[in-house]
């Protein structure tokens, strides 16, 4: 294996001169991005800037809007999602995504963390209680919610508090096995308590997933990331290490950016 | 400092004013109703009984009851409703979850509202024309139900639609992110959470549909005929056309004059029940509704 093929192999998301058009107005210009596997990558920028258009590039959630129009290549997992022979119902499943509203369907607890699952469980097959009995508590004790709920496993998701909503919608992604969890301002809605639980569970979720994160808040790109990706009008600016960016970005927007100047 | 000015005192008199006025033309909305129904009730209430439900007219519709009209309803709208429910339902979901916004909807939506704005008796000379003589049913129970059905169509969808766009739209996308199709997303989600709203428009249009006369009168429905339909192939009476006959077409004796007036306390009945069952239904399942 040469060095740029096992470079490659570590990354999750691999893109090159993506360029994305809403009708005809451009919202991604030519973005080259290596977002590396299993660290928390944060997309940070001011409104308008490109970043959520990327992430919903990621997954091509974009496209349901009909008038969407992507060229250039995303390669997830080395293999490019924008080829014809991709089957979407493959790229969504291995690559989760978490909105800035909690989004739990009209569901109990229980039935929400196993949607996922029942929609990829082939026809026919038979699943145990006991087997999803056991997913349903695996993953909610990954997203650090199984005490808090385990009694009420049948009560509607939508009675659950805000954060415990948004680690649900997390919780809910997992049994499929995903490898890429998009986030688009998870914590957008939430108190600074609830953000801080649900920071922490992304804390705790590096490693076993690679994680990217759109953010308004500077602050949360700083603590709550490895690696920073600034973008302006469509185009990346800087992409390093999160503590580089912060304390010595290499561009002037950035660091204009980053200090509050514009926003 | 704080006494009412002359200013004060002459506005807060229009405004008490203009508040009665619109009180009063409120009251007079229900003032209708209200005489009617008193009026029914009043009149009609009499003539009811198990014999008057249950047996056939007879004496040239002088006496007797409206069983063959009242099952002959029931057949109409039944045989209506198995027309335009599955219809109505697949062309909404259609231009609801599957359907962009473009030309070809845009036309569909354009006829649907067209459609609901034809006069009845219109809906009625299609009917004859299209279901009586191109297809050849003849005026029978099957022509008179799918002219009524061509006719609530558009209600059906119109409702339909509505209650599937009640259902958020981060329904659909949280489904869409874990890889469910369209399919999958409106069979789990989108239907249980609008099923609701889609059988109250459906009630509701069953208590319309009963009441029509006219896309009934030249299609299917016959003023006298004591004996039930067998079939869709058949002819029968109709509530809403028995109605019409008594009331006009049949020169009733002293003692009878209060039939019509059963015949529609009958038919007003029906329909507020139906609308009754509707209402208890939506508030039923709002009960159940999970957010």
Redesign the interface.
């Known amino acids: 294996m040469d060095n740029a093929t096992s470079l490659q192999a570590d990354l999750a998301v691999r893109t090159r001169d993506l360029n994305l058009w809403y009708g005809t107005f451009q919202a991604l210009f030519d973005v080259d991005l290596d977002i590396k596997q299993g660290i928390i990558t944060s997309l940070i920028g001011p409104s308008g800037c490109g970043k959520s258009t990327f992430l919903r590039a990621i997954?091509r959630?974009n496209e349901?809007l009909?008038y969407v129009r992507t060229t250039g290549t995303i390669d997830v997992c080395g293999h490019n999602i924008l080829d014809e022979s991709v089957e979407?119902?493959?790229?969504?499943?291995q690559i989760?995504?978490v909105?800035q509203?909690p989004?739990?369907?009209?569901?109990s607890i229980r039935d929400n963390v196993l949607?996922?699952h029942r929609?990829?469980t082939p026809k026919g097959e038979r699943v145990s209680r006991e087997d999803h009995d056991d997913i349903v508590e695996e993953v909610l004790k990954q997203v650090l919610l199984w005490d808090a709920v385990k009694d009420i496993l049948k009560r509607?998701?939508?009675s659950l508090s805000l954060e415990q909503q948004q680690k649900l919608?997390i919780a809910?992604?997992l049994p499929?096995k995903p490898t890429l969890l998009l986030m688009d301002e998870p914590c957008s809605a939430l108190d600074p308590a609830a953000t801080a639980a649900v920071e922490e569970l992304i804390w705790e979720l590096k490693g076993k997933f690679t994680i990217v994160i759109v953010t308004h808040n500077m602050a949360q790109a700083r603590r709550a990331s490895d690696e920073c990706i600034f973008m302006l009008m469509g185009k990346v600016v800087e992409h390093g290490p999160t503590d580089q960016t912060f304390v010595t970005p290499q561009h002037k927007e950035t660091a204009d950016y980053i200090e509050g100047r514009y926003g | 400092m704080f006494a009412a000015t002359e200013l004060n005192n002459g506005n807060r008199r229009t405004q008490t004013l203009i508040k009665v006025l619109l009180l009063t033309m409120t009251l007079l909305l229900i003032v209708p109703v209200l005489i009617i129904l008193t009026m029914l009730i009043v009149k009609g209430g009499p003539v009811l009984s198990f014999e008057f439900l249950f047996s056939d007219p007879k004496d040239e519709m002088t006496a007797g009851g409206i069983f063959p009209a009242l099952m002959g309803t029931v057949w109409l709208v039944s045989v209506a409703l198995l027309a335009s429910v599955p219809l109505g339902v697949a062309a909404a979901i259609y231009l609801s979850e599957y359907a962009g916004d473009n030309w070809f909807t845009r036309t569909i939506n354009l006829a649907i509202i067209n459609l609901a704005g034809v006069p009845s008796i219109v809906h009625a000379l299609f009917g004859v024309g299209a279901f009586v003589l191109f297809f050849k049913f003849g005026t029978s129970i099957l022509a008179a139900s799918l002219t009524l059905a061509v006719m609530t169509l558009p209600v059906v969808i119109v409702a339909t639609r509505e209650s599937l766009q009640a259902v958020p739209q981060a329904f659909r996308e949280a489904c869409w992110n874990m890889g469910a199709t369209r399919w999958q997303t409106i069979r789990r989600v989108v239907l249980p959470n609008s099923i609701s709203g889609i059988l109250t428009g459906v009630i509701l249009e069953v208590s319309r549909t009963a009441g029509e006369t006219a896309p009934i009168m030249f299609t299917g429905a016959v003023i006298f005929m004591p004996f039930l339909p067998e079939g869709v192939g058949d002819q029968t009476m109709a509530m809403s056309l028995h109605l019409y006959a008594m009331a006009t077409q049949v020169p009733l004796p002293e003692h009878a004059t209060n039939l019509p007036y059963g015949v529609a306390l009958v038919l007003i009945g029906m329909v507020l029940a139906m609308n009754a069952v509707s209402i208890g239904f939506r508030v039923w399942l709002r009960g159940k509704k999970k957010w």
């Open positions: 997954n959630i349901r009909g979407l119902v493959q790229v969504r499943k989760g995504m909105f509203r989004n739990p369907l009209p569901l949607c996922g929609l990829h509607p998701a939508i919608c809910r992604l499929v």
